[in-house]
């Protein structure tokens, strides 16, 4: 059993940054990946990023060269660091984990991040 905790959403202008935290119980984190996910009103939840336990990294097109995705694993902590925010890029975000070759994740309660312009 793993749970999920997310911390560091709010609201912020176009072109600022936020970094949201998801904290994980459990002695066996680093055996899984861990993602964030986000989901606008109206739309369909997208993954965002992933990363590896052994830090290989994801991120899908729309936020490549602005969020960053780490973590610690003496922390049991996954962050993401989003610079040069967009109106586009308000959601609700969650935080997922997941063992490689397993389709169940686990899933965070969501945090909710607003862009205004």
């Known amino acids: 059993q793993v749970q999920l905790v997310e911390s560091g959403g709010g609201s912020v202008q176009a072109g600022g940054s936020l970094k949201l935290s998801c904290a994980a119980s459990?002695?066996?984190?680093?055996?899984?990946?861990m993602g964030w996910y986000r989901q606008a009103p109206g739309k369909e939840r997208e993954l965002v990023a992933t990363i590896s336990s052994g830090h290989t990294t994801y991120y899908t097109d729309s936020v490549k060269g602005r969020f960053t995705i780490s973590r610690d694993n003496a922390k049991n902590t996954v962050y993401l660091q989003m610079n040069s925010l967009k109106p586009e890029d308000t959601a609700d975000y969650y935080c997922?984990?997941?063992?490689?070759?397993?389709?169940?994740?686990?899933w965070g309660q969501g945090t909710q991040v607003t862009v205004s312009s």
């Open positions: 459990g002695r066996t984190f680093i055996t899984y990946v």
């Open positions: 997922a984990s997941w063992r490689i070759g397993e389709t169940y994740k686990y």
